[in-house]
């Protein structure tokens, strides 16, 4: 089964056409500027951290501040923007990997190494977005919970569908996901931290903490899954926020 995944962005970009040719030309124009300004913004966090100024932005992208302005409401709206972009990073990576069609094993260690990726190549990103203030400035919005939340919802129901497959108990599904979810991000910022093993060894020692479990629950059911021969059925992850739930 190919790949599927749906989430909604955060933010309000107007985006949407309004059937004026001439207004959706200078709307796609914004759109455009304010995503230069957004990857600037990615460009002035990896030199200044996550202490950066506007002004800092502002030099990154070329323009002035009043300039800025024109396209963020304020700093918060900025640091909306940076998490939109995050997570679009994050998800890029992660649903084509954690929806691959490989034996358990690879298929663990390849999500793993998608989230450990991005939070390497874009470690000062991650850590704005989980601090939630942006020049001490505290932000409305938790971009990192809220990423939490959408992956523990949506891995629950992916392990729920498996261990139904399997003959087991899916009640636990819930509280495993979000387990596996928590272990995850607070290994990926002692990682940031410490740096203390690569990339590589991190996730391999991960993706083993977490086979372990999933193996051991099956053997006590008396199931043996080969870690290293696809399953027969390739269950895969469905991202929803939680706006298009409650629509629907």
């Given amino acids: 089964m190919a790949p599927v995944a749906e989430h909604v962005k955060r933010g309000k970009t107007g985006d949407a056409p309004t059937g004026d ?12 500027r304010r995503a230069e300004f957004v990857g ?19 030099v990154a992208a070329g323009v002035t501040k009043p300039v800025l302005y024109r396209h963020f409401a304020d700093k918060a ?35 793993l190494d998608a989230f450990f990726g991005v939070i ?10 989980a601090r939630g203030s942006f020049l001490d400035k505290p932000v409305n919005a938790d971009v990192v919970a809220e990423d939490k939340e959408l992956i523990a919802t949506a891995l629950s129901t992916l392990l729920g569908d ?11 599904a819930e509280p495993w996901a979000y387990g596996i979810v928590g272990m995850v991000q607070n290994t990926g910022e002692w990682w940031l931290d410490r740096r203390s093993m690569s990339r590589d060894a ?14 051991g629950l099956a053997r006590q059911q008396g199931i043996t899954i080969d870690p290293n ?9 469905l991202f929803h926020s939680k706006e298009a739930s409650d629509a629907g």
């Fill in 21 to 32: 040719a001439r207004r959706d030309r200078w709307r796609k124009h914004r759109v455009a």
């Fill in 162 to 172: 498996y261990m139904r497959m399997f003959g087991l108990d899916s009640g636990a």
């Fill in 120 to 129: 390497e190549e874009h470690p000062n990103l991650y850590r704005l977005l």
């Fill in 40 to 58: 600037a913004a990615l460009k002035a966090l990896d030199e200044h951290g996550p202490d950066l100024a506007m002004e800092d932005v502002a």
């Fill in 202 to 215: 991190v996730v391999e020692y991960l993706t083993q903490i977490i086979w372990a479990a999933i193996d």
């Fill in 77 to 111: 709206d900025l640091y909306v923007a940076l998490g939109q972009r995050g997570t679009e990073l994050l998800f890029s990576r992660l649903v084509p990997a954690i929806n691959a069609e490989l034996a358990p094993v690879p298929r663990i260690r390849m999500a």
């Fill in 229 to 237: 021969l696809p399953l027969e059925a390739n269950k895969v992850v």
